[in-house]
């Protein structure tokens, strides 16, 4: 059973089998079956708490057959560790009753937990004076088969893009909108990095703030920070890019859209123009960054990005003449827990694109952090499929990375290919820097725009990895590490 959304609210349909023994019935099984339709007013995110209506059928082997059920579900699979049903529906005797059930997934068993539902049946109000034909209740359970599991997930039905993507996103307390730019100028060496962030704390006014810095070549980096800038007004003010439709970052101090930079800081002031070079990278799969699915998306608009301009430290001008880079965009709750990141250009045709994170979602803190690699040779991107670097669903295995200092490292393989990278930065060449959560959190990021990295990526060839190309990147690589 299919069900066509209508545009505003997120849809799917699930349909259960199992067995039903009544307290009244002795020791006699009834099959049971339940065809449901679940609909959510807003997008269903995994990682939050979303509570649902749910209609259709309730099937019990002669005993009932309604085909006009309804209730509500809770799901609430990770923030809340539990998927919780509720249907109510009419017997044969006449009377009501309540359908309990509730999931418990968890990580030790993820497929049994989430596709076996131990359920009661209550009466769903007093038995009154028709008391003794009304069943005292009974238990049972149902079972998610996964030959419907084709079906299941062709039911989804989510929000226009417009209601999952949009101005919202940006409104809501509790959101952080970040737009980045990294460059490396090709003459001087120098490293660039413009920072820009539309903040919307759970407690307090909304504010824009940010910070650009220089690293040049032999000395120390200079970092400095402007706002915080009070939002304030009409959401669809101008600072507000997605709702004004302008994309981009607005603010007394700074901008920053698809072609311009432009701003000043303490000791710092840059006007740079910025053309793209190539299609967007989608880091994170379409999906989640269109849907929202994950705590925070990530997705580079500005690949192989070129800048020029100027940027002047301390009065003194720095040409940026054709410096290569890129520009990108973050969108989400906050921070990660624990996070690596790398952009670099190996070549001429190659970028290589890797966030590593670990939420910051207690159920999820302790796991090993989730990787989102892309390799772009030739205009084409490695691994193939959007989720396989994260989900390790080819080949053999997933990709693991180890966000650590001075040297943190990723390793995996997708479609007969294996990459190993190692990204170094030296303590000479980064700045730490102290973010603030919505939520009041705070982590501390140390980046460089002058790192280091060496990549190794190897074919299967005769049952034998073989080294099919070796790029070693010496102070034009971007990277960071997140620690709390």
């Known amino acids: 059973m299919s069900y066509v959304g209508d545009g505003r609210t997120t849809h799917f349909a699930e349909t259960m089998e199992g067995t039903l023994r009544l307290d009244s019935g002795g020791s006699r099984e009834r099959g049971l079956r339940l065809d449901l339709r679940v609909d959510a007013h807003h997008l269903v995110r995994p990682l939050g708490s979303t509570t649902a209506d749910v209609t259709g059928r309730v099937r019990i082997s002669g005993w009932a057959d309604d085909p006009h059920a309804s209730g509500r579900m809770l799901i609430a699979p990770l923030a809340r560790g539990r998927i919780d049903y509720q249907v109510r529906f009419m017997a044969r005797d006449g009377h009501a009753y309540v359908l309990e059930g509730h999931k418990s997934p968890t990580w030790r068993n993820p497929l049994r937990s989430m596709t076996f539902l131990p359920v009661r049946l209550r009466p ?26 084709p079906g299941f997930l062709a039911s989804w039905r989510f929000p226009a893009a417009s209601d999952a993507a949009g101005a919202h996103d940006s409104v809501r307390p509790g959101r952080l909108n970040v737009w980045y730019s990294t460059f490396s100028d090709p003459v001087t060496g120098t490293g660039y990095w413009f920072h820009h962030e539309l903040v919307r704390p759970v407690d307090g006014d909304p504010y824009t703030h940010g910070w650009a810095a220089v690293y040049p070549p032999g000395t120390s980096p200079v970092i400095e920070r402007f706002g915080p800038h009070p939002l304030g007004g009409d959401p669809s003010s101008g600072f507000d890019a997605v709702a004004a439709g302008a994309p981009g970052f607005h603010s007394p101090a700074a901008l920053a859209t698809a072609r311009r930079l432009r701003g000043s800081a303490g000791r710092l002031a840059w006007d740079l123009e910025v053309s793209a070079g190539s299609a967007a990278l989608h880091t994170f799969p379409r999906l989640a960054w269109r849907r929202r699915l994950l705590p925070a998306v990530h997705v580079v608009p500005q690949v192989r990005a070129r800048c020029s301009g100027s940027v002047r430290l301390d009065g003194r001008s720095l040409p940026v003449a054709d410096a290569l880079g890129a520009g990108a965009r973050i969108v989400g709750r906050g921070n990660a827990h624990r996070w690596a990141w790398l952009h670099a250009d190996l070549d001429d045709d190659t970028v290589l694109e890797v966030v590593a994170a670990v939420s910051t979602l207690p159920l999820l803190r302790r796991l090993p952090p989730l990787v989102f690699l892309r390799l772009r040779r030739a205009g ?27 040297t943190w490292s990723v390793q995996g393989r997708a479609g007969g290919h294996r990459i190993t990278v190692r990204v170094h930065l030296p303590a000479e060449r980064r700045t730490a820097v102290a973010y603030t959560d919505p939520d009041g959190s705070g982590a501390t990021c140390h980046n460089s725009e002058r790192a280091d990295v060496h990549v190794r990526l190897e074919q299967r060839s005769a ?22």
Not at 397 to 406: D, Q, V
């Open 380 to 406: 084409r991107d490695w691994p193939r499929g959007d989720w396989r670097s994260a989900l390790g669903v080819c080949g053999a295995g997933r990709f693991t990375a180890r966000p650590e200092l001075p």
């Open 463 to 484: 049952g034998r990895w073989r080294t099919e190309r070796v790029w070693d990147v010496r102070g034009t690589a971007h990277a960071e590490v997140g620690l709390r």
């Open 124 to 149: 769903a109000e007093a038995a009154g004076a028709e008391g003794a034909s009304v069943a005292s209740g009974g238990e049972g359970v149902l079972r998610f088969r996964l030959r419907a599991l």
